[in-house]
């Protein structure tokens, strides 16, 4: 079976591994290393997001972690009953997830939040086989068109058949739908592109498939 997390000191992608030296020269004290997915292993439901953030998961070594994404991400997973304990953006918080998985697209962080073709290529191995791993694997929301395009893809459907909007839902196989959502990022929460009352009606809808199946 393929891995379903890279090492620490993965190498395919060149350019994110020169980064991750860099920045560990800058800050030796970060976690600069590919981020583990976080969560329940007998998870449904599986979030995607599309890769760490500088002073976020890079920094703290958990997804959406430290940043402003998980500020909305975290209190939304909390109100559906995904969480227990409190989110203190911090993985030593104690915090865990229920019948809930964390992972990202590409595991390392990209230079101006933008991986590459090539990079999310390269990293896709692991998010397939993140979800191959997952026995009881329902529902998957994917944060952004890169994250949904990814997952798409890793599934081995063609993206045409299956075209990114946020609020959408697709049958990926028999017993897995795909969610899609903008992500939750500063940008998109500032310009009320994403609002938390549109973010909950996502988690709405997939906490009643989840109960349908």
């Not at 995904?82 to 030593?92: E, I, K, M, R, S």
Request: net charge positive; glycine share 8%; proline share 8%.
């Amino acid at each position: 079976m393929k891995p379903s997390e890279p090492g620490p000191e993965c190498e395919l992608c060149p350019r994110l591994a020169d980064l991750r030296r860099a920045n560990h020269e800058a800050w030796p004290d970060w976690f600069n290393a590919p981020v583990p997915s976080f969560g329940d292993p007998q998870a449904r439901l599986l979030i995607v997001g599309l890769a760490p953030g500088m002073h976020g998961a890079n920094r703290t070594g958990r997804p959406f972690t430290g940043d402003h994404a998980g500020l909305l991400l975290y209190a939304t997973l909390a109100a559906h009953g995904f969480t227990q304990g409190a989110y203190n953006a911090d993985p030593g918080d104690g915090l865990s997830l229920h019948g809930c998985m964390i992972t990202n697209a590409v595991r390392c962080l990209p230079p101006e939040n933008k991986p590459m073709g090539t990079e999310i290529a390269n990293c896709r191995s692991f998010l397939q086989a993140r979800i191959e791993t997952l026995p009881h694997l329902r529902a998957i929301l994917a944060l952004g068109k890169i994250a949904h395009d990814s997952v798409v893809k890793a599934a081995g459907l063609r993206l045409s058949s299956v075209k990114f909007a946020h609020g959408a839902h697709f049958e990926l196989r028999s017993g897995l739908s795909l969610y899609d959502s903008y992500h939750c990022s500063r940008y998109n929460t500032n310009t009320r592109r994403l609002t938390p009352e549109m973010f909950n009606q996502v988690f709405l809808e997939i906490r009643n498939h989840l109960r349908a199946v």
